[in-house]
């Protein structure tokens, strides 16, 4: 008996080479300006794709590879056929499938958009609720002035008017 050598896999190049497979298929998302900074826009870009592929339903006869050549070219002959037949059904199909695909694209990007929309009205809200503290804190101040005017003032009555208590609210203004 032979005695035949195992292969030997390695899973941590494995890993390695479908982790790069993985950015890879990213950056064709993010060079196409799909992603926009969000990583959950990806599998919905990547299941556009596939769908848009299988939308061209009936468009084009299978290669049918699995076939010895000897019988490959009389299936294929005969699916030219079928899918000729077949054209009542597939071409409405198709079309259905084209504008189902480019209606959900035209929904993503709407959707996209009212998501920019909205994280662009959120930095608005937070610089303006800043602008409303800068406020509040100029109105204390404002406030404890004139509560200091204001008793200066009465002081100033209670007196009746003298000269020393008229510099000083001048000095206070």
Same mark, same amino acid.
């Given at each position: 008996?032979?005695?035949?050598?195992?292969?030997?896999?390695?899973?941590?190049?494995?890993?390695?080479?479908?982790?790069?497979?993985?950015?890879?298929?990213?950056?064709?998302?993010?060079?196409?300006?799909?992603?926009?900074?969000?990583?959950?826009?990806?599998?919905?870009?990547?299941?556009?794709?596939?769908?848009?592929?299988?939308?061209?339903?009936?468009?084009?006869?299978?290669?049918?590879?699995?076939?010895?050549?000897?019988?490959?070219?009389?299936?294929?002959?005969?699916?030219?056929?079928?899918?000729?037949?077949?054209?009542?059904?597939?071409?409405?199909?198709?079309?259905?499938?084209?504008?189902?695909?480019?209606?959900?694209?035209?929904?993503?990007?709407?959707?996209?958009?009212? %998501?920019?929309?909205? #994280?662009? *009205?959120?930095?608005?809200? /937070?610089?303006?609720?800043? @602008?409303? &503290? +800068?406020?509040? !804190?100029?109105?204390?101040?404002? %406030?404890?002035?004139? #509560?200091? *005017?204001?008793?200066?003032? /009465?002081?100033?009555?209670? @007196?009746? &008017? +003298?000269?020393? !208590?008229?510099?000083?609210?001048?000095?206070?203004?």
């Amino acid at each position: 008996m032979t005695a035949f050598d195992e292969p030997v896999i390695d899973v941590a190049a494995l890993m390695a080479t479908l982790r790069e497979e993985v950015r890879r298929k990213q950056g064709v998302c993010r060079s196409r300006g799909e992603d926009g900074g969000a990583e959950s826009w990806n599998p919905i870009h990547a299941s556009l794709d596939m769908a848009e592929q299988r939308a061209m339903i009936g468009s084009g006869v299978p290669n049918m590879n699995r076939f010895h050549w000897l019988l490959r070219l009389p299936a294929r002959v005969v699916a030219r056929v079928l899918l000729y037949l077949l054209q009542i059904v597939t071409l409405h199909q198709r079309e259905y499938n084209q504008s189902m695909v480019k209606a959900v694209r035209g929904l993503v990007r709407r959707l996209r958009a009212a %998501q920019e929309g909205h #994280a662009s *009205l959120a930095e608005q809200i /937070e610089q303006l609720r800043q @602008r409303c &503290g +800068d406020r509040d !804190a100029q109105m204390e101040l404002l %406030q404890s002035r004139l #509560a200091a *005017l204001t008793l200066r003032l /009465e002081m100033f009555t209670a @007196r009746g &008017g +003298d000269a020393a !208590a008229d510099a000083s609210l001048r000095d206070a203004a």
